[in-house]
């Protein structure tokens, strides 16, 4: 099993905080990067193989996680990191993937056990879904159905999302070709150049292969894409996740 970790963004709309730190480094309270609680929520599970999608600012993540004796890293350079999305950094990935994995967006942060229970879920491609009572227009909606996602999507009506993507699927079995063969056929396309890499989820759903999901509480979870996203989440550190280490 491996982690494929998504953090070749320049996080512009965290700027000027960005403007000389990738997103992934920034300090979200007792010292914490925001990488450094992905890690510390992968590390309970023993899965210690870890590919690092990278671009903006490389080197400095690069620099940090030498200070990781848990992990085996793999540092994988996207060079168009500031002119796609990144369904190009999952696709750049996939040669680098020689098993089965879990593909997680890099400005994340959550408890282990949501890391761990996606683990132990049946399924080849399993999406981590977080249920509230409403969502807003930034957020990655979903429409699921019994054990099964069939819509992803900013774009999806109030009436139609009943979840919410957090930005964490794993693959594995079939799943893995399912997806690679999917990014291989989307690259090709001009126009996919600034989409998601849900868009190729989506066209696996689709094409009518099962896309499953296990849920997670909102508080087990957050996302940094704003400033006031960053100011709540270091208000709440202690009772938001659970990977300080005392």
């Known amino acids: 099993m491996k982690v494929l970790i998504l953090v070749a963004g320049t996080g512009s709309r965290l700027w000027p905080l960005t403007r000389n730190t990738p997103k992934s480094l920034l300090d979200l309270g007792r010292g914490l990067t925001l ?8 590390k309970p599970s023993g ?16 620099a940090k996680i030498q200070y990781y004796e848990d992990f085996n890293f793999q540092i994988v350079y996207n060079p ?41 879920a049946d399924g080849d491609v399993v ?3 977080s249920r509230k009572e409403s969502y807003d227009e930034d957020d990655m909606k979903v429409h699921i159905s019994g054990d099964r996602v069939y819509k992803v999507s900013k774009e999806l009506t109030a ?11 794993r693959f594995q079995g079939q799943g893995r ?7 291989d056929r989307m690259v090709r396309i001009k126009d996919n150049l600034n989409v998601y890499y849900l868009s190729a989820i989506q066209a696996l759903m689709d ?7 296990v849920t997670c509480a909102p508080g087990d979870w ?19 996740i659970d990977l300080v280490q005392e």
């Not at 408890?111 to 132990?120: D, K, T, Y």
């Open 159 to 169: 009436e139609e999302a009943n979840g919410e993507s957090i930005g964490m699927i």
């Open 222 to 240: 957050a996302e940094i894409d704003f400033h006031p996203d960053l100011v709540a989440l270091k208000a709440s550190l202690d009772s938001k």
């Open 35 to 42: 990488l450094e609680t992905q890690l510390d929520a992968i």
């Open 207 to 213: 094409a009518g292969l099962p896309v499953n999901y």
């Open 127 to 129: 999406m981590v879904v």
């Open 80 to 120: 168009f990191f500031d002119v796609s999305n990144n369904l190009i950094s999952a696709w750049m990935g996939m040669p680098h993937i020689d098993d089965d994995f879990v593909l997680v967006n890099g400005d994340d942060i959550y408890r282990s056990e949501v890391f761990e229970n996606l683990l132990a």
């Open 177 to 183: 070709r399912w997806f690679a063969d999917e990014l």
């Open 47 to 62: 899965v210690t193989d870890i590919v690092l999608l990278t671009g903006y600012r490389s080197a400095q993540i690069e």
